[in-house]
C-alpha cells in the first residue's frame, strides 16, 4: 500500500506549482499595505432580503462596543442576498462605515442545534486524528472518518448520511484561478456525475469540501455550483469549521498550506464503497471520469 509519508514527500515537492491565489491575483506585500477595516461579530435574525439592492435587513443582539440590540438594514454581496431565508439564524461580521452603508460578510447559519452538532462531531474528529498520531492518514481499503459540515444550502450533512451508498470525493475551493487544479478536478467530477447516470449508477453522492473554509461560506458554495450549472441533486459542496477542515485534509492525505495570499495544495479524488470504505483513489487532476465509472456498482 502506498504510504503517507511517500505521499506527502511526492506532493510537498510540488506544491510551489500547485499555489493558488485567494485573492484574485492581490499579492501579499500588497494586501498588507491596505488597512484592516474594523469588524464585529453580529448574530440575529433575517427578517426580509432585497436582492436587487442587495441588502438585508437583520433583527440583530446587542453588538458588543458598537450598538444595541435592533432591526435595522446591511449591505451584502449579491451572493449572500440570494441566499439568504426570511427567519434564519445567521452569524455574521459587520464592518461600519461613515460614508454609507454598514456591511455584512462572513454570513454562515447561526442555528444553536446545528452548530452543537457540527462542534460534537469536530471535536471526536479532533480526538480521532490525535489517537491515530502518524497512522491518521486513511489508506486505500480504510474506512473513511465521522465529519459533520454544512452544506451549499446551509444543511448539515453528517457522513452516516452517505452509509449505503457510493461516494466520490474531493476538495476545492471556490477562488481557485488555476485551470488545472480545482477548476479541472471540479469539471470531472461533473463529468462523471453524467457518464454514472448514463451507466445507470445507483446511489452515487459527489462531495466537494472546500480547502478554504474561511471564505468559502454555504452562500458562496451556493453559487459556485449554481455558476456552473451543476446538479446538486447528488452532488454537495461542503464547509465547516476550520479544524474539522483541517483534521479531513490529514485523514485523506491532502496537504494545503496558505503562503499570503497563496494557497499551496494537492489534489485527490476517491472513491468510497456503500459501507464506508475507500476503494480507489486518484492523485492530481490527470483522472479519466470513465475509470472511476467503471469501479462504481451498478
Known amino acids: 500500500m502506498k504510504s503517507y509519508a511517500l505521499l506527502a514527500a511526492g506532493a510537498l515537492a510540488l506544491l510551489s506549482a500547485a499555489g493558488c491565489s485567494r485573492s484574485g491575483g492581490t499579492n501579499a506585500s500588497a494586501a498588507a499595505a491596505v ?7 453580529l448574530t440575529g435574525e433575517v427578517i426580509s432580503a432585497d436582492i436587487a439592492r442587495k441588502v438585508l435587513v437583520v433583527q440583530h443582539d446587542e453588538i458588543k462596543g458598537l450598538m444595541p440590540a435592533m432591526t435595522m438594514e446591511f449591505a451584502v454581496s449579491a451572493t449572500d442576498a440570494a441566499a439568504a431565508k426570511p427567519g434564519q ?13 454598514w456591511h455584512l460578510e462572513k454570513i454562515w447559519p447561526d442555528d444553536k442545534s446545528a452548530a ?8 471526536a474528529l479532533r480526538q480521532d486524528t490525535l489517537i491515530r498520531g502518524n497512522g491518521a492518514y486513511r489508506e486505500v481499503g480504510e474506512k473513511i472518518p465521522d465529519f459533520a459540515l454544512y452544506d451549499q444550502e446551509g444543511r448539515v450533512v453528517q457522513s452516516v448520511r452517505f452509509h449505503g451508498k457510493q461516494i466520490m470525493l474531493n476538495f476545492i475551493f471556490s477562488r481557485c484561478p488555476v485551470a488545472t487544479m480545482c477548476p479541472a478536478s471540479t469539471l470531472k467530477m461533473m463529468a462523471t456525475q453524467k457518464l454514472a447516470r448514463e451507466a445507470g449508477v445507483k446511489n452515487l453522492e459527489l462531495v466537494s469540501i472546500t480547502l478554504d473554509p474561511a471564505y468559502d461560506s454555504p452562500a458562496v458554495l451556493k453559487e459556485y455550483a449554481a455558476v456552473r450549472g451543476i446538479d446538486t441533486a447528488n452532488f454537495s459542496f461542503l464547509t465547516g469549521p476550520d479544524s474539522a477542515i483541517k483534521d479531513l485534509l490529514t485523514q485523506f492525505g491532502i496537504i494545503a498550506e496558505f503562503d499570503g495570499n497563496l494557497l499551496k495544495h494537492t489534489l485527490s479524488t476517491l472513491l468510497i464503497d456503500e459501507n464506508g470504505r475507500i476503494i480507489h483513489r486518484a492523485d492530481g487532476s490527470v483522472w479519466e471520469p470513465a475509470d472511476f465509472v467503471a469501479k462504481m456498482k451498478r
Open 89 to 101: 439564524r445567521i452569524r455574521a461580521e459587520v464592518i461600519p462605515s461613515d460614508k454609507g452603508a
Open 35 to 41: 488597512p484592516e477595516e474594523k469588524r464585529y461579530p
Open 116 to 123: 452543537a452538532t457540527i462542534a460534537a462531531q469536530a471535536g
